[in-house]
């Protein structure tokens, strides 16, 4: 017999439903047919076909004869479905913890971040716990004037600028400032003192204002006292983090390279690196030499381009704290730090420069007792598209990965103390599509390898996991705005494969946070972003992304799932505490285009009771229903190409304390 689903799902509340309909209806001395509402403020259940013994039974008044009838109709709903024969998937949730999680969120946008419905979009319904900020640092007038002296619309110079290229080039520090266009470019330079250097930077810019006011919402609302009959919730701490996409532009030098691209406005192909570019600091490599410069003469003496970057980050992270009211939980010193592009970016292609700027931060971050609590993350690397990614481009020297930069840190106990948590991108080599649902890179990534897995590449290599710190996915995009793939197109290319992703990175990526690009840009909805002002809370992306991040709370831990017999399937657990009550979120993943028929055990030791279920699919999102529970076991139908949030809580606390 096949049963019409609730919010996508069959669910076993309806015995309840009816039962109750039964019971007003004896009382208004009518009888309550099937498929008529049975209260509550849920959706109905309809049987499509109605057995005559059934019928007479739901027509019968008394008590004892309503039980049975119940138990029938309750036998009729947990039975698998026959519209479509399969065997009967098992999902099992073991109570052992795995890697921590930290939380979701996304990069702050600085369109609508100053404005209330964005900040109730992402705090209240999507759940953020995680907030990352662009923290290139912003100089006052007149360092920041005519956008750094580079040819824009500001018309001085008007484009394509005095060198035909739409930009302003430089070698190095001494060459920024040499005579342009008839002016000479000025820098800041930062002395000992941290309250001087602050007041060199600019927090008011209206895209600066509204990236702080979404990071002060985000402070505020964990900081909120519980009102009146409310109780006070252990999960809802807010964790506040940022990247410097590069820093200032006399800092840097030339890497050697040169742009690749054109267009209108955009830089000419074959301009060397670094050069201003509308005001952003493109590419370049970050003097790490340390040697000491009279053009960074802070009035005690010179210092070098490497003490400059530590005592300008860490003034700007203090004035932006200040600002905003907010306290900074983690910063990442570079952006994606070997990819030079013509935005703000900076390159360090060898780990010896990077381990020299991650050592100078943190000491610049421990003189300041307002910077000292900072985390330090990294590398923020791509996770690449081969094993070469993981590891080195070309030959040595060549341009060090990912995992060659965590190796180094760990040789370094300076470096590996200043490091506290590594931080990586999904993206392929790229830096444009996505790479998070590539299974082999993220274990690559979590445990390395014991024999090349390519040529020219190191036989023994240790993945994040070997070093005893936690990771986070950091940035990811690229998927269209479809809730499913269209005809010949990749699964990841959809908000189904966005799911996809956030499962791999936190299953077999054993991450502890994962974070989108961003969430809004104030255009249409699009590869960059979960959703749009118009959209909001109905785009396909923003809700896929909504089903892990709204009840995944900071604190939970990854449980150990089996399925049985459940190819195209995918489902992960997560147990956790709030106050005194434990609670498991099970998320499951039918990217198959056939239903399936799935059995769930180990949500709850209890052996009765109802599961909130939220269903999302392609004729429907986010829609909520129960579900019952009979003998410790549930049983559901999934929708075609669906996803699936099961929340389950029982008042003590079942999971072990082991750590994978």
């Known amino acids: 017999m096949q049963r019409q689903a609730i919010g996508g799902v069959r669910t076993l509340g309806a015995r309840f439903r009816l039962k109750y309909a039964a019971k007003r209806s004896k009382r208004r001395g009518i009888a309550n047919k099937p498929g008529t509402s049975g209260g509550g403020g849920q959706r109905d259940v309809t049987l499509r076909t109605k ?245 960074f003469d802070d009035g005690t003496g010179p210092t070098s381009a490497l003490t400059q970057f530590a005592r300008g980050t860490a003034a700007y992270v203090l004035g932006f704290q200040r600002a905003f009211q907010v306290r900074l939980y983690a910063l990442s010193l570079q952006n994606e730090l070997n990819f030079e592009t013509f935005y703000n970016s900076c390159s360090y292609p060898q780990a010896s420069g990077y381990l020299a700027a991650l050592k100078a931060l943190r000491r610049e971050l421990d003189r300041s007792p307002e910077l000292a609590g900072i985390a330090l993350m990294g590398p923020e690397d791509l996770l690449g598209s081969d094993a070469y990614a993981l590891w080195q481009f070309g030959r040595a020297p060549g341009v060090h990965k990912n995992l060659q930069y965590l190796a180094a840190v760990a040789q370094d106990p300076e470096a590996s103390r200043a490091l506290s948590f590594f931080a990586v991108h999904a993206y392929s080599s790229d830096g444009v599509h996505s790479a998070g649902n590539d299974e082999q890179q993220w274990r690559w990534w979590r445990d390395g390898w014991r024999s090349a897995p390519a040529a020219g590449l190191p036989a023994d290599v240790k993945g994040a996991r070997a070093y005893g ?49 961003q969430l809004l840009d104030g255009k249409k909805a699009s590869g960059e972003t979960l959703t749009d002002d118009k959209l909001r809370a109905r785009s396909p992306k923003y809700v896929a992304f909504k089903h892990y991040a709204r009840f995944i709370r900071p604190g939970a831990c990854v449980s150990e799932v089996t399925i049985d017999n459940g190819p195209e399937l995918h489902a992960s657990a997560y147990q956790q505490r709030a106050g005194n009550v434990a609670s498991t979120t099970l998320v499951l993943l039918n990217t198959s285009s056939t239903p399936k028929d799935v059995e769930l055990r180990g949500l709850t030791s209890d052996k009765r009771g109802l599961l909130t279920v939220y269903t999302s699919h392609e004729a429907a999102l986010w829609q909520k229903s129960s579900l019952f529970i009979r003998g410790k076991v549930a049983r559901l139908a999934l929708p075609a190409r669906s996803l699936l949030t099961v929340l389950a809580s029982e008042p003590r606390l079942r999971t072990q304390a082991v750590r994978k």
């Open 469 to 517: 710190k936690k990771s986070w996915m950091t940035e990811m995009s690229g998927e269209p705005n479809v809730w499913s793939p269209a005809q010949g197109a990749a699964l990841g290319d959809s908000a189904l494969g966005l799911a996809l992703k956030v499962h791999r990175a936190l299953t077999t990526g054993a991450q502890s946070a994962w974070l989108y690009w």
């Open 51 to 295: 057995p005559a013994p059934l019928l007479a039974c739901l027509r019968t008044r008394t008590v004892w004869v309503l039980t049975l009838c119940s138990f029938a109709l309750l036998t009729l709903i947990m039975s698998p479905s026959r519209g479509h024969a399969q065997a009967l998937v098992t999902v099992s949730v073991a109570p052992v913890c795995g890697q921590p999680i930290d939380g979701f969120g996304t990069t702050a946008p600085a369109k609508h971040g100053g404005e209330g419905w964005l900040h109730e979009l992402y705090y209240g319904d999507l759940g953020a716990s995680l907030l990352r900020v662009d923290l290139t640092p912003r100089f006052r007038a007149p360092v920041s004037d005519y956008a750094y002296n580079s040819p824009w619309f500001h018309g001085a110079p008007p484009l394509p600028g005095p060198d035909g290229n739409n930009v302003r080039s430089y070698r190095d520090g001494d060459d920024y400032s040499r005579t342009w266009s008839g002016r000479s470019a000025p820098i800041a330079v930062m002395g000992p003192d941290i309250e001087q250097n602050v007041r060199q930077f600019d927090y008011v810019a209206k895209d600066i204002a509204a990236i702080g006011s979404l990071a002060r919402e985000g402070a505020r609302r964990a900081r909120r006292t519980p009102g009146k009959g409310e109780r006070a919730r252990e999960d809802d701490a807010f964790r506040l983090l940022g990247s410097l996409w590069s820093p200032a532009p006399w800092l840097k030098r030339s890497s050697g390279e040169t742009f690749t691209g054109s267009g209108d406005v955009m830089p000419k192909s074959g301009t060397p690196w670094p050069f201003v570019w509308s005001g952003n600091f493109a590419g370049g490599v970050l003097d790490t030499s340390d040697q000491p410069r009279a053009l």
